[in-house]
């Protein structure tokens, strides 16, 4: 068990749950769609029987036969000294397909490439042989790099040596560094659901057991879940994504900051805050970064060039103390070698234009996020289309649990997409669908024609109970 949700929050959750007969199935159906949606995450603690009961102005028996069902489908398990306890769900992930001539890939989310970069290459290439003249090993990278980077954190209000600086090549690679010299086998690492799937894949790899901290569209990071599951597991390394999250776009207010800051370092927790889409902002603005107040060897931030520049562009970075940059220069050699000396002079020379591309970028972002809201609202009246301030997707709510076969069936019609199952830490999100607006406004709007023709076959060929019966899909 690694947190308890009190029969009050059960209930507000809930909502309006009574929709159908008999009650008790109500009730479950309710609670199913809960952990469905990751809203209660798995190995939480439900409140006793009578204790719910009176919350909702049941008797006990409608909540014990509610319980029973939810046994019975696998959805809870019943623990001796913890009582009723929400077990992890199967994933229903459709896996990502190779895109072929003439489809429209929204599987990847990252927008093309910034139109200056061939010219900075160029420009670069032109220094070559002064390039070459160097070893080309390189673990903790180029000075001018470093302090470029350095020099953007200063920026940002968080005081930033170039010595608190590695590259690395790209952002995944960064998580992978962390994740094998922070973690050992069976540690605990705390992490959002719905997440970034690779990050979620690198935590695996190292040996953590990971520990889900829900996040939504609508509310955010849920605090209750962080503060315990940090308190009861007491994570070693806590996996975030505090600006435009992906794949919810969400970004955390200042109090979600502090009070995650605040018990991350009760816990003795490092946060690795993955700041790729920090950059991506439409028309949020300026905000604090946060995490200031922690202990500094406690806070590891990662960046990227990925999303602002271009995916092909294999350069990101670490930013922590002195000694874990040590540490990881120790340990990378048994990852590679270095990033390459091109792409680490062509990333200097970018970083003076950096305004500029994140302009460009915000420009390019709102057009795709607007085409997609626009045709999707029009489209689709019946799921749910949140407004993101930024980031390079929307986390769309369907009004059935049929993520998974949507994305299946529009496959055929030549879009690809993720299903909401892929974004899972322990099953779930299958009422999801995350949609990217980073692609050609014509390809996103011609997605969304196809996508409907797609939900019109699904949504009408599946068993009333997929779309009735919460538990059918899981």
Not at 97 to 125: N, R
Not at 258 to 283: K, P, S, Y
Request: net charge neutral.
């Amino acid at each position: 068990m690694d947190s308890r949700i009190s029969a009050r929050a059960l209930s507000a959750a809930l909502g309006g749950w009574r929709t159908r007969e008999p009650v008790y199935e109500a009730l479950a159906d309710g609670i199913r769609l809960l952990c469905l949606d990751n809203r209660i995450a798995p190995r939480t603690a439900l409140p006793a029987e009578r204790e719910l009961a009176v919350a909702l102005g049941v008797s006990r028996s409608t909540v014990a036969a509610a319980y029973r069902s939810l046994r019975d489908t696998d959805h809870i398990a019943s623990m001796r000294g913890s009582g009723s306890v929400t077990r992890a769900l199967q994933r229903r992930d459709p896996g990502r397909a190779m895109p072929t001539e003439g489809t429209i890939d929204l599987q990847q989310a990252s927008p093309p490439a910034w139109p200056g970069l061939a010219g900075i290459m160029s420009e670069v290439a032109l220094s070559s042989a002064a390039l070459v003249s160097r070893v080309g090993y390189d673990v903790l990278g180029r000075g001018e790099l470093r302090e470029a980077i350095a020099a953007r954190y200063r920026l940002r209000g968080i005081p930033t040596a170039a010595d608190d600086i590695l590259v690395t090549t790209g952002a995944q690679s960064a998580i992978h560094l962390l994740a094998s010299v922070l973690l050992g086998r069976g540690d605990r690492a705390l992490i959002e659901t719905p997440t970034y799937p690779h990050a979620a894949d690198a935590l695996r790899r190292a040996g953590a057991r990971l520990v889900g901290l829900p996040v939504t569209t609508s509310d955010g990071w849920d605090l209750d879940r962080a503060e315990q599951a940090f308190a009861r597991t007491l994570p070693v390394l806590a996996y975030l994504m505090p600006d435009f999250q992906n794949p919810t776009g969400r970004s955390m207010t200042t109090e979600e900051r502090r009070a995650i800051a605040w018990a991350g370092e009760r816990a003795g927790t490092v946060l690795v805050l993955d700041e790729t889409t920090a950059d991506l902002d439409i028309d949020r603005g300026d905000v604090t970064p946060g995490f200031d107040d922690a202990d500094p060897s406690t806070i590891v931030r990662i960046g990227s060039l990925g999303k602002t520049v271009w995916g092909g562009l294999r350069v990101g970075w670490i930013r922590a103390d002195a000694d874990l940059i040590r540490r990881l220069m120790a340990a990378r050699p048994t990852h590679d070698l270095g990033t390459p000396e091109f792409e680490q002079a062509v990333a200097a020379t970018l970083f003076a234009r950096y305004p500029e591309i994140v302009a460009q970028r915000s420009h390019l972002l709102r057009e795709g996020r607007d085409v997609v809201v626009a045709h999707l609202a029009a489209a689709f009246p019946e799921w749910t289309v949140p407004h993101t301030d930024g980031g390079v997707s929307l986390w769309i709510e369907l009004d059935a649990a049929l993520s998974s076969s949507l994305v299946m069936d529009v496959r055929s019609r030549g879009v690809l997409l993720s299903a909401g199952p892929r974004f899972s830490v322990e099953g779930g999100h299958d009422r999801h669908l995350r949609v990217p607006f980073t692609s050609p406004p014509d390809d996103l709007a011609r997605s969304i024609v196809l996508l409907r023709e797609s939900w019109d076959r699904v949504r009408g060929g599946a068993p009333i109970a997929h779309v009735e019966r919460f538990d059918a899909v899981v």
